[in-house]
């Protein structure tokens, strides 16, 4: 009998010794198999997380999800799978990815010529490749630029290709791009991610614009990122594994799962049932991500500041004519208790928006001496009003020399909870000093009415970009909604002054850094000091983190994302 066992009990001995050699700990008990990694990772714990995101993908090249629109998350699980040459990180900072490095005047892969056009060179890493294996190479930037300039596609462009005189490949690991004038985001054409030639460019030159139906865009996609696909399945998830051959290393975490779940409630129940680690994009209000974080044991709320609550004068024949005058828009700015505003509406995690420009933006401290401020001072705005003329009667309410109130309408569009939130604490502290207010939510239907909308008679609060580069080009003469051009344009102020025009033309053509920072500066005076724009607070873009996750945060500048530092993403 003794004979008999003996061989069942060498055999026990051998998965005992082989389990006791499995290292312990970790959030999963599991040992993973990755083909593609070495055979010193194949006893190792595998590491896995899980992510979800407000919408539905249904491709990986998110400038081709919803018609072209992009979907909240797409564009962070894009840059998981396949990142550009180039990405912002937490600084404001442009890094290199898939380049050897950024384009700067300083390196000489920024040139400016004397008649003003420019040229950028990039320098793709030696031994990037695709998923497959096939080289990364210079012609798919060349074939990347020419479908994002082809006006058939429905995507979301990048606007700089409208200053790209053209796109060339010397040699396959070298880019040049020439440009028809200076423009200071030269640097940043290629944050977008590439195509693979190899595998697109056949479809697309047979099937046009429906090459975008090609299964290399869902179940079959080849990046080149930390992360390849294992899965996809349209309406549920996708399922990413580590790419041991990524250029720049690889990642710590072996698997993450991305679900896609349209609905916030669902995702949220998800996130405190402890299937989901973490959330990525918008589609979260700061107001349920504070909830969930204070029934959330395992995890905790972080914000990314990408854009500023903000009230719009009219400078186009206002009603009353008042608002034209600074004293009065002064007065009005003394009367709001941003603060509170910002504690109550935002959860104690803001602050007031003295300018567009984010503290955490690397040019901050270098105009922060220019900003003209307003602190809350009830007292100083009585005493200007009352300086323009107005007398406040025995019921509180100011009152002209012919006996008629002063009274403006605050306006918003309906998009946006915290828009008409905003709308009525303004509305409630310009009543109390002695204003008149008229609050209006615009019907949906009216919103798509371009005269109603930029013929606002006061006052108009918006939700807007706080980055520089995408809020200063919405504000010159030429972006002025009228009649002659069907009020079409995003200067919703209508705001027109040739100063400030020649400031942000300066701002856009000036290449070296200080010289354009102190360009920004003159603009951030003028703004704060005439309130052209006046803001109130900045926006959340909230996202929920668990606590096993490590090295894992929002945004904290506004061209940034979540994932800029994914090879340093692990979980504990």
Not at 134 to 153: H, K, L, N, Y
Not at 269 to 298: F, K, M, P
Not at 409 to 432: G, H
Not at 459 to 477: C, E, H, I, K
Request: aromatic share 8%; glycine share 8%.
């Amino acid at each position: 009998m003794g004979d008999a066992r003996r061989p069942l009990l060498i055999a026990l001995s051998c998965v005992l010794l082989l389990a006791s050699c499995v290292p312990q700990g970790g959030p999963v008990s599991d040992v993973g198999v990755d083909p593609s990694g070495s055979d010193a990772d194949q006893l190792r714990t595998t590491k896995r997380m899980s992510i979800a995101i407000v919408g539905n993908v249904t491709t990986l090249v998110d400038r081709f999800n919803a018609g072209g629109v992009g979907v909240p998350g797409g564009g962070e699980l894009e840059l998981l799978v396949s990142p550009g040459l180039g990405i912002t990180n937490d600084k404001g900072a442009l890094q290199p990815v898939l380049a050897e490095a950024v384009p700067t005047i300083e390196n000489g892969l920024w040139i400016v010529l004397p008649d003003g056009r420019m040229e950028t060179t990039w320098k793709l890493r030696p031994g990037t490749i695709w998923h497959d294996g096939t080289p990364v190479t210079a012609g798919d930037a060349v074939f990347s630029a020419t479908v994002e300039q082809d006006r058939d596609i429905p995507m979301r462009r990048n606007a700089a290709y409208s200053f790209v005189e053209s796109v060339d490949a010397p040699d396959p690991g070298t880019l040049t791009v020439g440009w028809k004038r200076t423009y200071i985001q030269a640097d940043q054409l290629f944050k977008t991610p590439l195509l693979p030639r190899h595998l697109v460019e056949r479809p697309y030159l047979d099937t046009g614009a429906d090459f975008v139906q090609s299964p290399y865009f869902s179940d079959a996609f080849v990046g080149n990122g930390p992360y390849r696909v294992k899965e996809f399945a349209v309406g549920s998830h996708v399922l990413l594994q580590r790419n041991n051959e990524y250029v720049l290393g690889q990642p710590k975490i072996d698997e993450i799962e991305v679900r896609f779940i349209p609905d916030p409630n669902t995702l949220l129940a998800n996130v405190l049932a402890g299937e989901v680690d973490l959330t990525l994009g918008r589609g979260l209000s700061l107001e349920q991500a504070i909830q969930t974080r204070d029934q959330w044991r395992d995890g905790k709320i972080d914000v990314a500041f990408t854009s500023w609550i903000v009230i719009y004068p009219q400078f186009l024949n206002p009603t009353p004519s008042i608002v034209t005058e600074l004293q009065f828009r002064r007065a009005l700015m003394h009367a709001i208790d941003r603060q509170q505003m910002a504690d109550s509406l935002q959860g104690e995690l803001v602050s007031v928006a003295h300018t567009f420009l984010h503290p955490n933006e690397p040019e901050y401290r270098d105009v922060e001496s220019g900003i003209v401020r307003y602190d809350y001072d009830p007292r100083m705005a009585t005493q200007l009003i009352e300086e323009l003329g107005y007398v406040r009667g025995t019921d509180g309410a100011f009152r002209d020399a012919g006996g008629q109130r002063l009274s403006v309408e605050l306006r918003t569009s309906p998009e946006q909870d915290i828009q008409q939130k905003s709308v009525l604490s303004v509305a409630d502290q310009w009543q109390r000093a002695g204003i008149g207010v008229e609050p209006v939510v615009m019907a949906a239907q009216r919103t798509r009415e371009r005269e109603y909308v930029q013929t606002f008679p006061s006052f108009m609060l918006y939700r807007q970009p706080n980055d520089p580069n995408l809020l200063l080009v919405r504000l010159t003469s030429d972006q002025t909604p009228l009649p002659e051009n069907d009020f079409v344009g995003r200067n919703h102020p209508r705001y027109r002054n040739p100063e400030f025009d020649t400031l942000i033309d300066r701002y856009f053509t000036t290449i070296a850094r200080p010289d354009r920072t102190q360009v920004l500066g003159q603009i951030v005076q003028h703004t704060t000091d005439r309130l052209t724009l006046m803001g109130l607070f900045y926006d959340t873009e909230p996202i929920l983190i668990g606590n096993r996750l490590g090295n894992v945060t929002a945004a904290k500048a506004s061209a940034s994302t979540p994932v800029w530092n994914v090879l340093d993403w692990d979980v504990q």
